[in-house]
T-cell receptor, first 111, second 114 residues
Framework: DAKTTQPTSMDCAEGRAANLPCNHSTISGNEYVYWYRQIHSQGPQYIIHGLKNNETNEMASLIITEDRKSSTLILPHATLRDTAVYYCIAYYGGATNKLIFGTGTLLAVQP | KAGVTQTPRYLIKTRGQQVTLSCSPISGHRSVSWYQQTPGQGLQFLFEYFSETQRNKGNFPGRFSGRQFSNSRSEMNVSTLELGDSALYLC?????????????FGPGTRLTVL
């Protein structure tokens, strides 16, 4: 089972920041938080990942709470093309590269 | 650098037939994983290959099988197709076997079983 819980859906106005929350209260110390998104039946697209510290790349920022029980993905200026299902995954492969996907959050960016 | 490629992109088969799907990982990546996505079950892990060896297998019947070649390209095969096998089949590649290596997905193969 997925170790993360996310809201089923969210709306965001175009041009505004989209803040997508994720709860992972049972995450272990060596598990990373990964974010992927999937735009209508395409392959999931990697966005960002982190362990303890906040991370930023050209796509998004990832804020992880100090206790690592939750995190927030921030898309700073959402566009219509950011409409997608966003998946938050707790992942430490160890002897496997198996990703366990939950149901994700459907982000709808409104014009 | 080219991304993960999957062929064919679309496929229509009838019940009882078999099908082979192909995945070419990103150059230099040695791990390939396969996933099935359906509206009812979401994204589910099928199996993973690293250096031509299956490292892990999901909870799917034996009709689903795969293999990996020495150049890291992978194929998956589904025999005796059932209507419920209609799905988007995705493969993902990562650099190595370490659990922290990011996986990158291909565009998928849409299989329709009639």
């Amino acid at each position: 089972d997925a170790k993360t819980t996310q809201p089923t859906s969210m709306d965001c106005a175009e041009g505004r920041a989209a803040n997508l929350p994720c709860n992972h209260s049972t995450i272990s110390g060596n598990e990373y938080v990964y974010w992927y998104r999937q735009i209508h039946s395409q392959g999931p697209q990697y966005i960002i990942h982190g362990l303890k510290n906040n991370e930023t790349n050209e796509m998004a920022s990832l804020i992880i709470t100090e206790d690592r029980k939750s995190s927030t993905l921030i898309l700073p200026h959402a566009t219509l093309r950011d409409t997608a299902v966003y998946y938050c995954i707790a992942y430490y492969g160890g002897a496997t590269n198996k990703l366990i996907f939950g149901t994700g959050t459907l982000l709808a960016v409104q014009p | 650098k080219a991304g993960v490629t999957q062929t064919p992109r679309y496929l229509i088969k009838t019940r009882g037939q078999q099908v082979t799907l192909s995945c070419s990982p990103i150059s230099g990546h040695r791990s390939v994983s396969w996933y099935q996505q359906t509206p009812g079950q979401g994204l589910q892990f099928l199996f993973e290959y690293f250096s031509e060896t299956q490292r892990n297998k999901g909870n799917f019947p034996g009709r689903f099988s795969g293999r990996q070649f020495s150049n890291s390209r992978s194929e998956m095969n589904v025999s005796t197709l059932e209507l419920g096998d209609s799905a988007l089949y995705l493969c993902a590649s990562s650099l190595g076997a370490a659990g922290t290596d990011t996986q990158y997905f291909g565009p998928g193969t849409r299989l329709t079983v009639l």
